[in-house]
């Protein structure tokens, strides 16, 4: 058996059982841009995520947002002046200094970059700033031209030399009325960058190929095979990648997903075509996932019309193997790791020790589709299974999983 827990492998990566968030103390700092309507939203997010939130409004930012809505959900009465008596009284500016392990400031507007870079503490934000030992991370957001600017520019460079996280704004629709730079990112996307900051990066300088979805495989212009997959144990593989610090290629069947920024994305229909991606994309990988649910057969011959139906008379097709992507990824030499994937719906283990001896892989994770996991499910569980022996990773949120996966690899060989 395999003598490396992943408990172990968390312990010397210091990396949260849980959530990256969970029991996180951080400061919400609000200033007065537009942008501040999405912070109730990501107050709530970042509170969901298991982080504890407490929120700190510019003078500006009140006409945008309210302290009701963000106490509501939050819990913790919100703060937005230096000259509250009540708080003030025992220093409750320090406190909350102290308390914080990030400050964020989303929005961040031209004024607070330039204020923040200039060391003022003309009000409590800027304050806290400077009286906190916690990381300073910065959604900066406002008009295109403001953000070109060659100041704004120049307090970026001076925050980003001292250590502050920055978040980019996006393009889009501003509240000017201008399509351009200076949007605020989505709440969901800047939980998602809080979360990668303290990924450990456990896969950094190394190259990962990652398949996934379904295959779609044709009969006519109209139907064709396929099955159930709906890739987000792939593409939840391809991000915790990324969020480790790997260069990931993700070859994906046809989904409904949004591929994960920052990774060269291949797409494909036919288990063909991404056999053929992953012999374009092999060479120099570290370690392939493949995650996909490869069809095994196609139809020997797609119509080129519609089939119609012949009267009672059954429908005959044709059916022949496509290729086996592992094993033709298995069988190459000086050749990274290659993890194979295999969904059954019965005998499990039997049918992935099977799985490992034939395709000549280097380890198979193996789950039940039998059980409310896997295909089409937010949660899956993995049996792991080596030539050194089986590991089980517990039901668990995929993307929780795929974190799970890659330390464990990451920490350990597993070798034919």
């Known amino acids: 058996m395999d003598s490396t827990t992943y408990n172990d492998v968390m312990e010397n990566t210091n990396l949260e059982p849980a959530t990256q968030l969970q029991g996180k103390r951080i400061l919400l700092g609000i200033s007065g841009g537009i942008a501040a309507y999405k912070t109730v939203d990501l107050a709530r997010k970042l509170t969901q995520a298991g982080a504890q939130v407490r929120c700190v409004l510019t003078e500006g930012a009140t006409h945008f947002v309210s302290a009701t809505a963000l106490q509501a959900v939050t819990g913790v009465a919100v703060r937005h002046s230096l000259w509250d008596e009540a708080a003030e009284a025992a220093m409750s500016h320090i406190e909350l200094a102290r308390w914080a392990d990030t400050l964020l400031i989303a929005p961040a507007t031209a004024d607070v970059m330039a204020r923040l870079a200039l060391g003022m503490a003309n009000d409590l934000l800027t304050t806290l700033a400077l009286a906190t030992q916690a990381k300073l991370c910065l959604a900066p957001a406002m008009n295109g031209m403001m953000w070109r600017h060659p100041v704004t520019q120049a307090n970026l460079a001076v925050l980003q030399q001292r250590g502050a996280k920055i978040l980019m704004p996006e393009s889009g629709s501003l509240a000017c009325g201008d399509t351009d730079t200076g949007r605020m990112p989505e709440p969901v996307s800047i939980v998602d960058w809080l979360a990668q900051l303290d990924i450990p990066s456990l896969w950094q300088g190394k190259k990962l190929l990652i398949t996934a979805g379904p295959t779609v495989e044709d009969i006519d212009p109209v139907r064709f095979i396929a099955n159930r997959s709906s890739g987000k144990m792939g593409y939840a593989l391809a991000q915790a990648a990324r969020d480790m610090g790997a260069e990931v290629c993700l ?55 519609k089939l119609k139906k012949q009267g009672e008379q059954a429908l005959t097709l044709t059916l022949v193997q496509n290729p086996d992507i592992v094993a033709w990824a298995a069988s190459q030499p000086n050749r990274g790791r290659v993890i194979a994937f295999a969904a059954e719906t019965e005998n499990l283990l039997a049918h992935a020790q099977s799985k ?5 892989v280097d380890a198979v994770l193996a789950n039940s589709v039998a059980e409310g996991a896997g295909f089409d499910q937010p949660q899956n569980q993995l049996t792991l299974v080596t030539h050194q022996g089986v590991h089980e990773f517990p039901l668990a949120d995929k993307s929780l999983l795929a974190q799970q996966v890659l330390t464990y690899f990451a920490s350990t060989e597993c070798s034919i």
């Open 251 to 305: 070859i994906s069947g046809p989904t409904q997903l949004k591929p994960p920024a920052g990774i060269k994305v291949v797409q494909v229909r036919s288990a063909q075509q991404m056999f053929e991606a992953v012999q374009c994309h092999f060479n120099g990988i570290d370690l392939m996932l493949a995650a996909a649910a490869v069809a095994d057969y196609r139809v020997e011959q797609v119509a080129e019309q």
């Open 356 to 360: 490992l001896q034939r395709k000549g």
